[in-house]
């Protein structure tokens, strides 16, 4: 069974910084693009970034970037969200997604709070 | 960017009646090479994921009800509840998958009338 979990959500301040993770298993990992996806409350899914299957190829909505950086470790089976200069239309619950190319798994996901 | 429309954004049907949501995209999400919309369909359910209902605009997710479709090539698209149950309640969002950034409709909300 195919499981993706996310941490690393938290209350940070504006301009501040924080890294989620996201752990795969029941998946080849290595196999697929992921995908970071957000929701902020009450609003629809944004698709934030994602990654093809060695890192070498990774896009990002307009809104992060310069600010967010998308990563992955084939051999820890895991997905990272670097996020730099945090704002408070940050302020959502992140996703991690498997990219099949549609986004057949998601996570449960990990809810972030950028507040002074 | 391709802007996906939703409509209705609420829909209130009747138990084992039918409910139709429509998607529209700006631009063709349609590959030539091999023929299919890169178009798919979530449920949402309060304090969850969303869940993928329906992929390559019409091929349902294994494990999803048949009373789920999904219809439509180029640039509109609808899924159809053939007959609504207690559990269809949610918001359900169309999203294309063609080229980034993807994105999402704003989503249709459907209830019990």
């Known amino acids: 069974e195919v499981q993706l979990v996310e941490s690393g959500g938290g209350l940070v301040q504006p301009g501040g910084s924080l890294t989620l993770s996201c752990a795969a298993s029941g998946v080849t990992f290595s196999s697929y693009w992921m995908t970071w996806v957000r929701q902020a409350p009450g609003k629809g899914p944004e698709w934030v970034a994602n990654?093809?299957?060695?890192?070498?190829?990774?896009n990002y909505v307009d809104s992060v970037k310069g600010r967010f950086t998308i990563s992955r470790d084939n051999v820890k089976n895991s997905l990272y969200l670097q996020m730099n200069s945090l704002r408070a239309e940050d302020t959502a619950v992140y996703y991690c997604a498997r990219a099949s190319p549609r986004l057949d798994y998601w996570g449960q996901g990990t809810l972030v709070t950028v507040s002074s | 960017d391709i802007v996906m429309t939703q409509s209705p954004e609420f829909l209130a049907v009747s138990l084992g009646e039918r409910a139709t949501i429509n998607c529209k995209s700006s631009?063709?999400?349609?590959?030539?090479?091999?023929?299919?919309?890169?178009l798919a369909w979530y449920q949402q359910k309060p304090g969850q994921p969303p869940k993928l209902l329906i992929y390559?605009?019409?091929t349902r997710e294994s494990g999803v009800p048949d009373r789920f479709s999904g219809s439509g090539s180029g640039t509109d698209f609808t899924l159809t509840i053939s007959s609504l149950q207690a559990e269809d309640v949610a918001v359900y969002y169309c999203q294309q998958y063609y080229s980034s950034p993807l994105t999402f409709g704003g989503g249709t909300k459907v209830e019990i009338k």
């Open positions: 631009q063709r999400v349609l590959y030539s090479s091999n023929n299919k919309n890169y």
């Open positions: 390559w605009a019409s």
């Open positions: 990654i093809n299957q060695d890192g070498s190829e990774k």
